[in-house]
Structures are given as C-alpha cells and as structure tokens.
C-alpha cells in the first residue's frame, strides 16, 4: 500500500526557524509542576488531573466542559475528525497551500481531494469566497486553517456572515483548524452553538510555547465532542504533559507577553526583510512567507539558520528571537 506522510528530515541547526516553534523556553511555573509531578509517573495519569486540563481549557475558551476535549497535540485532534466523522470514499475539500497533514489524512484515509487555490493579491493571500461556497455544498468535510499555514494570511477572519453561510450549505462538517488563534485575535468559537457542523481545533504548541508536551483540544457541539471522544481514554496525554498544560493554563498570563514579543519581532523582521528586497507576506502568525529567486534554505543552512522550503521560490521563516532574527537579516544582507 501507497501511503503518504509527513515528510521530516530535521535538520541540526542552531536556529531553527523551520516548524513555527516558539522561541521562548515554557515558563518557570510550568517546569516546576512536570517536574514535581513526574515522580508519580509508575501510575496511569489521575483522571482527576485529566479532568482539571479539560475544565481549564473549557474556561480558557469560554465554552462548557461538554463542548472541549484535549488531544495529545493538535495533529492529534485533526486524526481523530479525519478517522471518526467521514468515511472513506467522502469529499474533503482543502485549501490549495494548507496545512501538509490535511492532504495525508485525506490520502490515507482514503478521501476524495477537492480544492480551492489562495492566490497573491498584495501583501496578503485571499481566496474567491463564492467559490469556496460552491465547492462546500458537495463536501463531505471543509478544511481551513485560519490563518492559514503556510501563507499566514487569515481566510474567514471570524466573521460571523461568512462562517454561517458555509455551514449553512455544507453537505458535512466545517474544521476550522486556529493553531495560531493567540496570534490572530479571531476565532469561530461562538458559532458552534448555532451551527454544530463547526469544529474547530487549537494547539497549546506555538502562543504557548508547549510543541514537545504535544497538547491540542477540540471545541465543537456536544454531540460531535461526544463522538470524537468516544475511543479515548484519560490516559491517552502522558502526565508530564497533562501537568504542563493545567499550570500554563491556570496561570496563562505569560502567553500574552510572549505573542506581543514574537509579533513585535515578526514585525521587524518584516520589515528588515522588505529592506532587503526579499518578497515578503504579511502574517497573522508566528512565522512569514517570503519568495525569492535564490536557493535561501541552502544559503541560511550554510550559517546555522533552518527555514522551510514550500516550492516555487517560496519559503516559510518561523519569527524566532530579536537576535535570531537579526542574525538572518545580516545573512540575506551580506547574501553569501
Ligand atoms: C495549521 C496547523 N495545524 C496543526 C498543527 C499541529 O500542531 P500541534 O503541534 O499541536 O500538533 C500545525 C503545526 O505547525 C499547524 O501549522
């Protein structure tokens, strides 16, 4: 059998500015909790502590518990909509750049790839909304990540019009997948009440500086969480990770200092690479799209720096510290 997957070399570089991951080390606070907890680790995590994350992250939200549930990582949320809410042979319709995982999931799982292509217009990436629409009225499963990965350009924004016409004439569901909410300020959170055809997925991984405790949730109608939960367990997410995410999330003020720092870098690195002559989009994330003629993962690699190659000249630079940052403006500044 022919399956597609993540394709992943990593590489070893000092900087790595390659998979949108945060610069800044977690907090004290939540070191302190997985360490003192991790001496408990001969035991099945305590559904209590399970329980707890699933409150916190219910109040973080602003939902009720019934309408969130925790995945180990995000991608893990997005497994468990692909393998539960479609069946094979179902109509998956995808933006055209997206997220790598959609197109995999939708491959091994058998499903029927449809597309509606972003395009450049300006500084930003924008789709045709009738078309998206139109498209949406045959699938089985719509999929968008807003902002979007790898453009960093927001699609549906929140806006409550536009989300509710899609549900509206969706033949299935709608995954609206808000891995950078914290960095965008919008969300589709409150139109899961009227429209139970909405999920949406967020990850503790970027804003909250958690990627290798691997924590995501789900949020959607209580029918919907209650199947997508209905294979897990409380101990599917490993204690040290359950711990690290109920400290951040009971004391979650440092996940606002961190998004306004690596947005404040963002922006001068965009700025600083608009100097420089290299094509850059504007990005409502932690991470910039830029295009350029030279071979830039190549030349960055040579100097310690790992980026991601998308295609067609384009490339994808996670917005890492003031002086990482720096450091790959000096670089594509002296271009050798
Ligand atoms: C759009 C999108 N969704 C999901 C993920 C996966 O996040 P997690 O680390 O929570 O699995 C990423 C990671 O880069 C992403 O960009």
Redesign the pocket.
């Known amino acids: 059998m022919n399956s597609k997957r993540y394709s992943f070399n990593d590489v070893n570089a000092e900087i790595r500015l390659h998979?949108?991951e945060s610069p800044l080390p977690p907090p004290k606070h939540v070191v302190e909790y997985v360490t003192e907890v991790i001496q408990y680790g001969n035991l099945y995590v305590n559904s209590k502590l399970f329980a707890e994350f699933r409150e916190l992250l219910a109040g973080y939200v602003g939902v009720d518990v019934a309408e969130v549930f925790p995945y180990a990582?995000?991608?893990?949320a997005?497994r468990a909509i692909f393998y539960t809410i479609v069946e094979v042979g179902d109509e998956v319709l995808l933006l055209n750049p997206t997220?790598s995982?959609f197109d995999i999931f939708t491959s091994n799982r058998g499903l029927k790839k449809v597309e509606v292509n972003l395009r450049e217009c300006g500084d930003w990436w924008c789709l045709d909304y009738t078309d998206l629409i139109l498209m949406a009225e045959d699938a089985d499963l719509v999929v968008i990540?807003d902002p979007n990965?790898p453009t960093g350009s927001p699609v549906l924004r929140g806006d409550p019009k536009l989300i509710s016409e899609l549900a509206g004439v969706v033949k299935g569901f709608i995954l609206i997948?808000e891995?950078?909410f914290e960095f965008s300020g919008y969300t589709a959170v409150p139109l899961i009440r009227d429209y139970p055809n909405i999920i949406v997925?967020r990850?503790?991984?970027?804003a909250f500086s958690l990627?290798g405790f691997?924590?995501?949730y789900v949020v959607g109608s209580p029918e919907v969480i209650d199947v997508l939960s209905s294979t897990y367990t409380p101990f599917d997410i490993p204690l040290p990770s359950l711990a690290a995410g109920v400290a951040a999330l009971k004391n979650s003020t440092y996940v606002s200092t961190a998004v306004d720092t690596i947005k404040r870098n963002r922006d001068l690195m965009l700025q600083g690479l608009r100097k420089l002559g290299v094509r850059s989009y504007n990005s409502l994330t932690n991470f910039i799209l830029v295009r350029d003629s030279r071979d830039l993962r190549d030349l960055l690699l040579k100097h310690g720096i790992a980026i991601k190659a998308i295609d067609n000249g384009l490339y994808r630079v996670s917005v890492g510290s003031e002086e990482q940052c720096g450091k790959l403006l000096k670089i594509l500044g002296d271009g050798v």
């Open positions: 998979l949108n990582g995000g991608d893990a997005l997220y995982m990540d990965n997948d891995t950078y997925v990850s503790l991984s970027k990627a691997r924590l995501g």
